[in-house]
């Protein structure tokens, strides 16, 4: 699309429509947000499209604005540890993966207090992969109350890479089924792409800020 349409559509003048469209490549195609393998993590094989993946149900997208919303009005110092999140899922996720891989307690740890003031703890869901031929203790990556947890029948060997086991990490819908003892716990389907839809337009929007305060600056350096 020409600048000038985009900027229309956004309702916005063109410095700032540029100043998006380039934040959006940036992101695209930022090297640590890309496998060993050469593909994206955050869009489809060979898509040339700059917005986010779009979620997939009315149900989500409501959820998206919801999400937004409290995003807009967090303070400085919890949008920074947000930015943090935002990009450690970026690295960490890979697209058609509807988790997020750990092998640090202190880091999911760190990654769900700081999403906590825009989403609660129950719309987590942690699947433990155990390391091979040792007891998995599910409780020693489970420290905040409302997370839900099951421990996987597969297992990890890499002892020094997974010395407490793996951990893949889920955001449930909204409707999700809840995790009760003994229970069937939700499967993919009940994963929820909205969270990452709406922290891949957050970093595009203060990336384009970014920019934008750049470009000023410069045009005002006579």
Request: charged content about 25%.
């Amino acid at each position: 699309m020409e600048i000038s349409v985009i900027a229309t559509s956004l309702a916005q003048n063109f410095s700032w429509a540029e100043s998006v469209v380039l934040a959006a490549k940036k992101i695209k195609e930022h090297n640590k947000y890309w496998t060993k393998r050469g593909q994206s993590r955050l869009y489809p094989t060979g898509s040339k499209k700059l917005t986010p993946p779009m979620v997939n149900s009315a149900i989500e997208m409501t959820d998206c604005f919801t999400i937004s919303k409290r995003l807009s009005t967090l303070p400085e110092d919890k949008a920074a540890e947000i930015r943090w999140a935002a990009n450690y899922l970026f690295e960490n996720k890979q697209h058609g993966h509807n988790y997020v891989n750990f092998r640090s307690t202190d880091e999911l740890e760190r990654y769900l207090i700081a999403l906590s003031p825009i989403v609660g703890m129950a719309r987590w869901l942690i699947e433990l992969v155990p390391l091979e031929g040792m007891l998995p203790v599910l409780s020693r990556w489970i420290e905040s109350e409302g997370v839900n947890g099951f421990i996987s029948a597969k297992t990890v060997r890499d002892r020094f890479k997974f010395p407490d086991g793996q951990v893949k990490l889920y955001f449930l819908k909204l409707d999700a089924v809840k995790i009760t003892k003994g229970g069937i716990p939700p499967d993919s389907s009940q994963s929820s792409n909205a969270l990452q839809y709406v922290l891949h337009l957050y970093a595009i929007n203060k990336k384009a800020k970014i920019i934008e305060e750049r470009c000023n600056l410069a045009s005002q350096a006579f």
